[in-house]
């Protein structure tokens, strides 16, 4: 019966309701019997598992008020009972309907709790789930279908938890492969290929069988080799990752004695740079800034190195080798002024050859080059000129 139907129905019903009560001589307990039968009928959903004995019901109880308005208390006692008998009738038909449709979701439930192994990862719950199947099989012979159903149902939820709980454990077991294989490809970046392959290819193989547990529905014990997968890829990196820390160690100590060097160099030259009177402060102030920066690229490389930190001991290594070679490149300059001496007269030849200047006569084109300004022929100089001499 639809929903437009049926609420006319009942407006009717009610109506007659209020007729019947205010008439005494009319079966009106007989009536209201025969509703609230129907009204159990359909709680069950009898307008759909026991459609032939609700319909009869419901044609009854039309009766039974049509009855009462002629005044016909016999037809209508009559139409009661028997809209009361069919309504039964349909109540039970639809428990025991209902209830064998549970019994069979029981049954296909079980059957994915089995493939699942489900029945393995929670054998308390499942001895429950099929305590209670049995159960609703003896309600159910006995006939006893109201309990039997509400067994029934209570029980298919249970089994259905079953199957939840099993897929929450699959969802955990898919987790701990997708860590695994992670790691793995961490590992494989952090060149455990080539430092820690052992523990590497040991990660891969685990989390083949795991893979292989799971297709398999094998949940705990692929959870389990998932796991190991994923500690032997994590021990494979940190095992690269020293062999690594220990090759670049190697490599900075090695480099940092041209770094020491380098500072060595660079504190030496300033240190004689500041002491030479002929420089000029600005310049000196300018070498002095540019040392302060190779020391402080020093300190940090130190520091770093310290703390195990190569890649930055390096950078501010390669720094302060840059910088010396700038700082290096500054020369100290000196002034000789050209003298009048007759018998042997200076040039640039003699001048370089002074062991003041460059103790090597074929240094002279150095002279030269540095006073350009001054000297347009370098086999032409005069007593007085004051000449740079650079380093």
Request: some cysteine; overall charge positive.
């Amino acid at each position: 019966m639809n929903n437009k139907y049926t609420y006319i129905f009942f407006s009717i019903l009610t109506v007659l309701f209020i007729f019947i009560g205010c008439n005494d001589n009319i079966p009106s307990d007989k009536l209201a019997e025969a509703k609230i039968e129907l009204s159990k009928a359909e709680a069950v959903d009898a307008e759909k598992y026991s459609i032939t004995n609700y319909n009869k019901a419901s044609d009854f109880l039309i009766l039974a008020i049509k009855s009462v308005r002629t005044n016909k208390t016999k037809d209508a006692i009559k139409n009661s009972d028997e809209s009361i008998k069919y309504s039964k009738l349909a109540y039970i038909e639809s428990l025991k309907k209902k209830t064998e449709l549970e019994m069979s979701n029981i049954a296909g439930i079980d059957k994915k709790i089995i493939k699942i192994r489900g029945d393995y990862y929670f054998k308390d719950l499942y001895k429950t789930f099929k305590t209670d199947e049995k159960e609703v099989k003896n309600l159910y012979t006995k006939k006893d279908y109201l309990n039997a159903y509400e067994k029934a149902r209570k029980t298919y939820l249970n089994g259905q938890n079953i199957v939840n709980n099993v897929e929450m454990l699959k969802e955990e077991v898919i987790k701990k492969i997708d860590d695994a294989t992670i790691a793995i490809q961490d590992a494989e970046n952090g060149r455990a290929k080539e430092f820690a392959k052992d523990l590497l290819n040991e990660a891969k193989s685990l989390l083949k069988e795991a893979k292989n547990f799971f297709k398999n529905n094998n949940f705990e014990t692929a959870k389990t080799k998932a796991q190991e997968a994923y500690d032997k890829a994590v021990a494979a990196k940190d095992k690269a990752f020293k062999k690594i820390q220990d090759i670049l160690r190697k490599k900075v100590i090695a480099f940092f004695k041209e770094v020491d060097n380098y500072y060595s160099k660079s504190k030496a030259f300033i240190k004689k740079y500041n002491n030479d009177k002929s420089v000029k402060q600005d310049e000196k102030d300018d070498a002095n800034k540019l040392f302060d920066e190779i020391k402080s690229n020093y300190d940090s490389a130190k520091d770093a190195l310290n703390k195990d930190k190569f890649d930055q001991a390096n950078n501010f290594g390669k720094e302060v080798i840059r910088l010396s070679k700038v700082l290096l490149q500054k020369s100290t300059v000196k002034y000789y002024t050209v003298q009048l001496v007759p018998k042997k007269r200076d040039c640039l030849w003699r001048i370089a050859e002074k062991k003041f200047i460059f103790s090597n006569p074929y240094k002279w084109p150095k002279i030269w080059k540095a006073n350009k300004d001054i000297i347009s022929d370098p086999d032409l100089i005069y007593p007085g000129q004051k000449l740079k001499i650079t380093e």
